[in-house]
Every structure is written in C-alpha cells, then in structure tokens.
C-alpha cells in the first residue's frame, strides 16, 4: 500500500517543532528537521474510524464544553514548549470526555515535559514525542508542578520537585499525589490528503482532541477573528496546537478546523482560532498530527489513584512550626486574646479582615432576603448542579515556593465559579489572575496575608484579567503605583529567545486584553444566609481557623471543635450535605493547596466548624462587557 506521506511530507511530519514561530520574524535561524528518525506509536486496539459527522465542536457538544482552560507558553517568560503544550491539552481534553465533563477538570502539567521529558525542553519538541514520554513515565497535574516557561534547557532541570512538589519554608514532594498516563498514541496516517482530512476528523470526533503541527506566519500571530486563511503557501512546520473540533461556516459554507493555541486568552478568539480545512493551509493536513488516549484511572472506585513514592525524603519540620510550637505553649497560658490574634497571624495565616463585613456595594436584593428556609435544597453541590460540574481550575497557592495568598485564591476563584454558573457557555474554564491581585497589592494584601472583601472591592473598581494575562508565581514584589498604567505587571507578553537562567528575557506590557469586573459585594454570616447566597448565585469565601490537623487532612466529613476559632485562612464554600449515616450535616470547600490535598483539592467541613460560619465575603460577577 503505497501512501501518501513518505517522500517530501514525511519530512515535515518529521519536523521537531519548534515553536519558532519569532525565529523567522528574527532571521535566527531555522527549525529543526530531523530526517529518518522512527515515529514513536503504541497502538494495541483498532483506530475508531467509522464515518464522522459533517461538524464536531468539543467546546460545544449539546451546549456542554468538554475542554479544559486556557494556557500561555510565553509567560512567566518566552518559551517554546507549544509541543508540550499541545500534547498536554490535549489529553487534559480528552481525561475531561472520558469522564463526561464530571468534576474535577484534570489539568495535565506541561513543566514536566520540557523539564522531564523528551525534546529541548523551551527551545522545542514534538507532541508525538510527549506523548510516548507519558505513556512510558506519566505525568502530574499543575497543582503538582506549575508551569514556569523555563525547562531542562535553560534553568529547570528534571528533578522530584518538577514532577510534584509543594512549598513551606522549603519545597518537598507530597506524599502522595495523582499521576497520569498515556495509553495508546501515534500519528495520524492518511492515504491521501482527504484521507488525512477525513482521519483527523474522525479521530477528533471518536475520542477527543490531537495535537498538530502548522507553519506560524506573521498574520497568524497577528490574527484576531475570523476564519484564518493563509496567502503566503508556508507548510513549513514550527509550531504545535491542539484541534479540538471540525465545522463549517454557516454563511459561508468554509470548512474549517477549530483550534486551540497556547498564546493567552488575548490572543484569537479568546486564544482559539479557526483555520480553514481541506488545504493543507499552514501545512495542517500534511501529516503531522498525533493522538493518544489516556489510562483509565478513575472508572475503578477501588483503585488507588494516588501514587505512593518509595524513595520519599523525609521532611524537617520548617521553622516556623518550631515557632509555633513554642507560641502555643507561651499563649496557652495567657487570656489577651488579642496578643493570641496577632501571633497566630505570625504563623501562616493568610487571612487578614481589613473591611468591616459590613462595607459593601449592594445594588439588588440580596437572597438572604428572598429565599424562603423552605425553598432550600437538603444538599447543594455547585461541581454536579443538573449534571453539570460549575468548578474553575483547581490550584496550589505554596508553589513555585510559599506564599499566604489564600485570601486572594478563594476569594479569585469563588468570583470565577460565580462567572461560569452565570453564564457556562460565555464564561467556561475562566482563570482569572492572582498574580495580578498581588503585584498590584490590589487589596492591600500579598504573601503575607489579606482580605477578600478589599479584594471584591477592588475588582469591583479595577477589574481581574485572565489568568494568561499574569500566571501566578507566589511573588508580592510590585506595588499599586506600578498599575496605575500599562505595566508588564498587569498583564505581559513575551518572544524569542527564551531566556539564559537569570534573565528575565524579552517582555513587554501587553494593553489590549479584557478585564473581568465584581458588580456587589458584600459580607455574610450564619448557616441560613451562607445556604441562600450559595444556592442561589455560587460559591462564597469564608475565613476559617486552619489548624495542623486540618493541614493533614486526606479526606471524609473533618470535625474539629476549636472553640473560639481564630480565623487565619480563607476557602471557598461551594454547597453543603448531610452524612445518611451519622446525621453530620457538612460544607463543601474548595482549598488552595493542591489536588493532592484532601478530596482532590477539596473538602467537607462538619457545620459549625474551624469558625467557618463567622466571617464569609461573596461577590457577584459583572456580565456586561
Ligand atoms: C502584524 O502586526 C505588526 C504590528 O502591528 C505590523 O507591523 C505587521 O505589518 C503586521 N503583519 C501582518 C502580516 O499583518
Ligand atoms: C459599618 O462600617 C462602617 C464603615 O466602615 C463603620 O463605621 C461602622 O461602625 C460599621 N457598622 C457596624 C455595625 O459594624
Ligand atoms: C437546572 O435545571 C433546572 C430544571 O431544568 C433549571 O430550572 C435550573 O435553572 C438549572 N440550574 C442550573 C444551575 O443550570
């Protein structure tokens, strides 16, 4: 069977993208071919390729988005992992359509590969060759290793703390976390190019998204809308993406395949794009696109997910625990409540009330005031409201190193969750950007603590960009000054070279990219209110005392009686339950400090616990653009 591909577009099936894209606006040189090098595969079932149909959209199957957020490779600084990117998307998409869109999203880490794995980590790989990396070595979630733009070529080399690690006074690996792994990949093959067309369509259509290589040109980093259509007839791969769906224009009947990049939400359509099919425009359908299925790690309720590490290191305690200890023993002895506030902040709380609960920006009725005691559910759970999960990303706020911004993480990803419930379609998988809120000191807060209700109201004022604007790096360095105007601070961009170890690279203030707003804000007590503002209009932020059991937590209903809690964190309370077997009537939260902790990241919260009734914040979102 002769094929299509082996002579000339073998070759640029071959092409190790490089994500080069600025290489040809800089006349640095030129991507790297390499010629006869063996496709890694790993295939052990037949290829679903029964006829697909004329139009398949991952982000909108039935009104339900089965694909995961949006990332940028190009920040903190420039680096060309487009290829992990691609590949590690990809098969977050493809865990999400397996598991039905059920929650939690699973967002497979790209650090590890271009710190870990094949390739030359920001100067470039191939997504086929990410693939057999995890399906031979398995990989974590960004929770466990967070992106940082900066691979084994220039300053993170492979080590335990780029597979999965989290910060105290110094980074250490868990004890457990989750790993992933590719099952089954290759590269799609075609006996002609409609052929290929055709397989591509129905492998995105059987089993979800594949990665592709495509020719960048100057337009296309400069395309804003529409369907992209290239004039220039480059096919020359150097760059990887993800095709996540197949469609045709309703008015003017282009086919075209709908594409993810890896460039911001600034960039495309909210960072996708349409690229016109069936011309191997950009080189799309030249034969250089990959799959691969995910291992199956969730169907099976009795099989560990968690991966136990035999050669784990054993952690000193950090000072502060050392402090603590002797702080403990000092106040337990004493009745100034207020001296025991104050060192308890010492410690690691992050929670710091500056606003009264009672400053507020109230325009509407607020539920509390509308919803009848009896109109409430016996259980509310915002990740499964009418089969449909309402959860942004989930996130670890002690990485890269620690840093106490709880109160911007919940209070950020309680006003997130509030934009999807508010409008899933418009809104889904939004990120918004901590590191914004702490560069700026929007709130007056920063690692060392602060409060979510100056944070509504500075959202309120100033607006939060996406989380691909300003990815979160632990860092509090800047200053509300810097952000009066343009300032790389608030939202960035960066290009070529990826940067030596030690510099910061070539980055810029990017000007043009959405803000989203807080309309009301207001604060909130007791377990009837919580319950109403919950039902009715998503998660709310509530301090709690977190001790060092809680700190440990794996899972199941916690019961702590602190007696008067000293509030020293914030989290997110999403619904509540009631335990058929004990009566424990429970909250539902959302932590900052990873997948591995607790319930994938999450928790359950015996009622009238750890304080988390005195003291919450909630914010609405605004809708108007
Ligand atoms: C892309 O944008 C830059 C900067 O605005 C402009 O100088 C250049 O001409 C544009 N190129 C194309 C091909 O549109
Ligand atoms: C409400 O807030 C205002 C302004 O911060 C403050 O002066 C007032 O004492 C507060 N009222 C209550 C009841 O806490
Ligand atoms: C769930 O479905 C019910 C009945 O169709 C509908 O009234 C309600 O608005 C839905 N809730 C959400 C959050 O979509």
């Not at 601070?489 to 807080?518: H, M, N, Q, S, V």
Request: net charge negative.
């Amino acid at each position: 069977m002769t094929k299509f591909l082996p002579s000339s577009i073998l070759v640029a099936a071959l092409v190790l993208a490089q994500c080069a894209q600025s290489l040809k606006l800089y006349n640095q040189g030129h991507a790297t071919r390499i010629q006869g090098k063996p496709r890694p595969s790993h295939v052990t079932g037949p290829l679903p390729r029964a006829k697909p149909p004329p139009q398949w959209l991952w982000n909108d199957v039935n009104g339900k988005n089965y694909l995961t957020v949006s990332r940028n490779q190009h920040l903190p600084t420039y680096c060309g992992s487009c290829w992990a990117h691609a590949a590690t998307s990809s098969l977050s998409d493809r865990i999400k359509i397996q598991r039905k869109a059920a929650w939690p999203d699973i967002n497979i880490s790209p650090q590890v590969l271009i710190s870990c794995g094949p390739g030359d980590g920001c100067h470039g790989g191939d997504a086929a060759e990410a693939n057999m990396y995890m399906h031979e070595s398995g990989v974590t979630d960004e929770t466990c290793s967070i992106y940082r733009a900066r691979g084994k070529d220039n300053g993170l080399v492979c080590s335990k703390n780029e597979i999965c690690s989290t910060c105290e006074a110094t980074c250490y690996q868990p004890k457990h976390f989750y790993k992933y792994r590719v099952d089954q990949y290759a590269d799609i093959e075609g006996l002609s190019r409609a052929d290929q067309e055709l397989n591509m369509m129905a492998e995105i259509y059987h089993r979800g998204p594949i990665s592709c290589g495509i020719a960048v040109t100057e337009a296309l980093i400069n395309h804003t809308s529409g369907i992209f259509h290239d004039k220039t007839g480059d096919i020359g791969i150097d760059h990887d993406i993800s095709v996540v769906g197949y469609g045709v224009d309703a008015d003017t009947q282009e086919k075209y395949w709908l594409i993810r990049n890896s460039w911001g939400t600034y960039w495309g359509e909210e960072g996708f794009f349409r690229l016109i099919r069936g011309i191997n425009n950009l080189g799309i359908e030249g034969g250089s696109c990959a799959w691969a299925t995910p291992v199956d790690t969730w169907s099976n309720a009795a099989v560990e997910r968690k991966e136990v590490l035999t050669n784990e290191i054993t952690m000193k305690k950090p000072l502060w625990h050392q402090f603590w200890t002797i702080v403990e023993e000092f106040v337990a002895n004493t009745e100034d409540t207020h001296l025991y506030r104050r060192l308890q902040l010492l410690r690691n709380g992050c929670k710091r009330r500056v606003l009264d609960l009672n400053e507020s920006r109230i325009l509407s009725p607020r539920p509390q005031e509308y919803v009848a005691d009896e109109d409430l559910p016996q259980d509310w759970d915002w990740r499964n409201v009418n089969e449909t999960n309402f959860m942004s990303w989930s996130v670890n706020q002690h990485t890269p190193q620690y840093c106490g911004s709880c109160w911007a993480q919940a209070g950020v990803s309680s006003l997130a969750d509030r934009f999807i419930i508010a409008d899933p379609k418009a809104y889904a998988n939004l990120a918004l950007s901590v590191q914004y809120i702490l560069n700026c000191r929007g709130a007056g807060g920063d690692c060392h603590g602060g409060d979510a209700l100056q944070l509504y109201k500075f959202i309120n004022q100033n607006g939060i960009p996406h989380v691909t604007c300003q990815p979160y790096d632990a860092n509090d360095d800047g200053s509300l000054d810097d952000c009066t105007k343009p300032n790389k601070l608030i939202c960035k961009d960066c290009t070529w070279p990826p940067p030596k170890l030690g510099e910061e690279g070539k980055c810029w203030a990017k000007e043009k990219f959405r803000r989203y707003f807080a309309e009301e804000f207001g604060g909130i007590t007791g377990t009837q209110d919580m319950k109403k503002e919950i039902f009715q209009r998503g998660p709310i932020t509530c301090g709690i005392q977190a001790t060092d059991r809680f700190l440990k937590y794996q899972g199941g209903i916690y019961h702590e009686d602190v007696g008067q809690a000293v509030l020293n964190h914030d989290i997110s309370i999403l619904g509540w339950g009631k335990d058929a077997a004990s009566g424990v009537e429970y909250w539902i939260g959302r932590n900052s400090w990873g997948t591995f902790w607790g319930e994938q990241g999450f928790f359950r919260l015996q009622m009238g616990d750890l304080g988390v009734e005195d003291n919450c914040v909630w914010a609405t979102p605004s809708l108007k653009h």
